[in-house]
């Protein structure tokens, strides 16, 4: 469908005008008191959610291969990232941390057969927690992260390598 210029400006300046107003309306006491009621609301079955991580960082040990119980192979692997925090004096302080990753099926297999110790890595995949039960003694377990991968890919050639395929 093709519109003419005015007609867009139109619908454009109705669309910005009424988001407008409703950005300027203050919320009622009852809907301010709703978000913060100690009994919150139903869940939302379809709302929007997402989980991803996307991690650079260097591979810090090879990485262990195992199968599960099903015969599904995965591959596990630590990838270490550096950032720098500014202090509130003004210095710098650098800070490493470990992720845990783990790899499924074909990427587990590539995982295993092309990523080695001291390389660096990009690492798509989402958050799974394991841990945080109570036992049977009423102690909880430990809650620990991980990241299940979906792809890794090296980022740079390893000095003696030869050609490496690309993950699934």
Known sequence: MLR????VSRLVSRTLSFSAARAAEQP???EVEALFAENPQE????????NRVELVGGVANDP??????NDRPYAIL?????????LGNGEYRDQS??????????????VA?????????LVNGRLHYT???????GVRTPRQTHIHAETVQPLARRGGDSHTEESS
Do not use: C, P, W
Not at 43 to 50: F, I
Not at 64 to 69: I, L, N
């Open 4 to 7: 003419t210029t005015s007609s």
């Open 28 to 30: 009622t006491k009852k």
């Open 43 to 50: 869940r939302r079955g379809n709302a929007y959610s997402m």
């Open 64 to 69: 262990v291969s195992k199968t599960a119980k």
């Open 78 to 86: 630590n990838v270490i990232t550096n950032s720098r925090l500014r």
């Open 97 to 110: 941390e470990r992720h845990t990753i783990t790899a499924f099926g074909k990427t587990a297999e590539f």
């Open 113 to 121: 057969k092309n990523i080695r110790k001291g390389q660096r890595v």
């Open 131 to 137: 841990g945080g039960q109570l036992d049977d003694h």
